[in-house]
């Protein structure tokens, strides 16, 4: 048989005319050393748990397609005998795998993956393919391999999910600056379950809660209790139970701040409820879909002499980063905005930077930007961008666009967005190989752009006409919506910047085209300044609506440095006087029936360009005040995750509880407050510019280079900073008048 090259000897593999949902797959293999490494790579059609010699790895989601796991399981494995096998479903949401099996009679999930050990130069591969077996022992069904593009695509790229879950090797200059606060906080461990904090209601104690009522869906014959995690965590539910019979569970989920949605039940949390016949033989329910919840409502037989509920926990499931960075200052409001931001965000790592965690789950270039800036500095971890980015689907939501002539295009900004975040990667990694791999393809993309410009070098929305997933009565979208049409400043900054960024690819590629991009956006950048800048109130605007004052078109521009200085701080004075509230900066100054309805709402995302835009024009208390309003504001309405959107009223919440992008914050706290940031590719040189309005601090920046730790205090009117770097970095450092500074290196 000759040897198809295009293809892998990964095979899709699955259980035959399956009637059950759960298929089991598994295989037994020899390992004649003890490995030093191994990992696991698997992607799934639907959900689905691992198990190494009879112990539970890990769970793939398995929500949308090519999603690759890549987990670590060196101390999983032994010389000898091991055995590995995966219990699959067939579809994330349990109610539509019902329903499909209601049509075609038989469930179908298919596995691939590959298993790498090695040890001292001796390596083995375990592949799925004809020698796996099902869980009765029959032979699995093949459905095809893993093409060789494809595998160097999304599996080379997916980010290792690591068994180590900290840091044991920090240099000694890092401790000396950031203290012993900083050692407990980076080797603390992650717990391997999420306990729930408290019962927070329950008919079978009625006097945990008074104002909670019965929800009217409960049957007769059914208890409820409701269990409150103290905020959202991620993971696979585990229910403890005893039972003299089978018995039907039901488990609901819901991510708010409040349980009173259980009461009303929204489409959600029906929608992503879990409910399950419980076997008498057993004590114990692991769910292998994936969860998100602060409240879990657990509904079950009222018959206490058949059944018993003991308990409730959730196994964790979110990558388990390295707690690397660090943010610590006199203000207790700001340490806790930044340690929000923080988890706001790791609640949406898992295989990619997920939007929210609770439903959504998909990666948006849009939003990867702000996740992606956070994890670099809370984290360290560089992995998770390039994983996001090799996805390539769905395309509406990454950004990508390999048609220059598909004008009918919803979402205009995400490419734009796209090329924006590969460059602040390439900048804080410094890596030449990522350029090189995603290249071609962001090339496409400006190429896509540029078949959009006018003769008047500006980009015009069209309307678009698109599929029943963005078809609603209600014009949603985030900033870029189809029903905004016309001249942008916010869609022309956004391109601006992007070829911008692909003409410093072009010359780290040595590309000719280097001086083409630069034309052009030196073009779109005059266009703007000439053609949407309104002289009279100091703003920019949108062609087609010009009363408004769009918060992100005014906050980018700054930050772009489409406007000069003169012109920069006019437009943030007119942003304070239009937009501003006690409670943020609203998206626009007056309301829109696009939009978010305009100025009844304010976008974490967005202030967290115009704060950032505000710190780089020396704005610093403005700044400041606005990371106050927006984020503060939030934590006082009682978030423990960040929202989607902020409504723009003192009591008013948002449903989207855990969003990643509004997580820029933590971001802005270490990047500007502490200020350190990267110079030029890869950490080789950095800037040291701390703000003056903060008067004491501690700070740990992870870059690849090393940590870089920053300590500022003042002592008898003078302030002094201390500041550990690796040996050999080049450094800037722009301090407050009359400060000193120390640095060591190591």
Known sequence: MVKNDRLTDIFRIGVPNQKNEHGVLGKSFFLDFKPESAVLRLTAEGPCAIYINGDFVQGHKGRLPNRVLSIEVSSRLKKGENEISVLSVAHYLQKTENSMYEQRGAHFSTVAAELAAESKGEKT????????????????????????????????????????????????AVKDVAGEDYLSYALRCDPEYAEPVSVLASDLLPALDTSFSRPEFLKDDEHFVIYDFGKIVVGYPVLEYSSSRDSSVGLYFDYNETPQDFIQMPKPIEMLSLKNVLSSDSDKKQWIRRRAA?????????????????????????????????????????????????????VNKHQEYESCPRNEMKFFSGDGIMDALVDYYAFGDFGLADASLSYTEPYICVGLRTDV???????????????????????????????SFYYKELCQLADWMLEKLGSDFLVSQHPVYFDVFFTVPDAVEYSCSEH?????????????????????????????????????????????????????RSVYYDELSPELVPQEGNALAVLFKIADDERAERVLASLKKYNWSPWGSAIFNLP???????????????????????????????AFELIRR?????????????????????????????????????????????????????????????????????CVVPTVKGYIAAKCQISQGVRSYLLAVPKGTKIKHLLPEGATIKILEY
């Open 484 to 536: 905004r049409l016309g001249r942008k400043t916010y869609l022309n900054a956004l391109f601006y910047k992007s070829l911008w960024c692909m003409a410093e690819f072009a010359r780290a590629m040595d590309d000719v085209r280097a001086e083409e991009f630069e034309g052009y956006a030196k073009m779109i950048k005059n266009a703007i300044n000439e053609k949407l800048f309104c002289q009279e």
């Open 294 to 346: 602060r409240y879990v409502m657990a509904v079950f037989p009222a018959d206490s002499d058949a059944f018993s509920l003991k308990g409730f926990k959730f196994r964790i499931s979110m990558l388990p980063s390295v707690r690397k960075g660090w943010f610590c200052c006199d203000d207790p409001e700001l340490n806790r905005i930044w340690e929000v931001g923080k988890h706001t965000l790791q």
């Open 630 to 698: 927006c984020w503060g504001t939030m934590i006082k309405k009682g978030a423990e995750t960040f929202w989607e959107f902020t409504p723009n009223h003192e009591t008013k919440q948002w449903s989207i509880r855990a969003h990643s992008w509004s997580a820029g914050c933590t971001y802005l706290l270490s990047a500007y407050g502490a200020g350190i940031r990267p110079l030029n590719t890869g950490y080789e040189a950095v800037l040291f510019a701390p703000s003056a309005e903060l008067n004491e601090f501690k």
């Open 592 to 622: 829109t029936k696009h939009t978010r309805h305009g100025n009844d709402t304010v976008s974490p995302l967005m202030c967290s360009y115009e704060a950032e835009a505000r710190f780089l024009e020396n704005d610093d208390k403005s």
């Open 125 to 172: 591969r375990i592949v799925t393919d004809s020698s796996w077996r099902c869980g009765d022992g029959t032979a699995v069904n093949l459905y095809g391999e893993i093409s060789r593009r494809a595998y160097e695509r999304f599996w080379l790229r997916a980010a290792l999910w690591p068994e180590k879950r900290f840091d044991d090797d920090i240099p000694q």
């Open 405 to 435: 002539f598909d004008r009918n295009a919803a979402l205009w900004d995400y490419p734009a967005w796209r090329v924006i975040m590969s460059y602040n990667h390439y900048l804080h990694t410094g890596s030449k190989e990522f350029l």
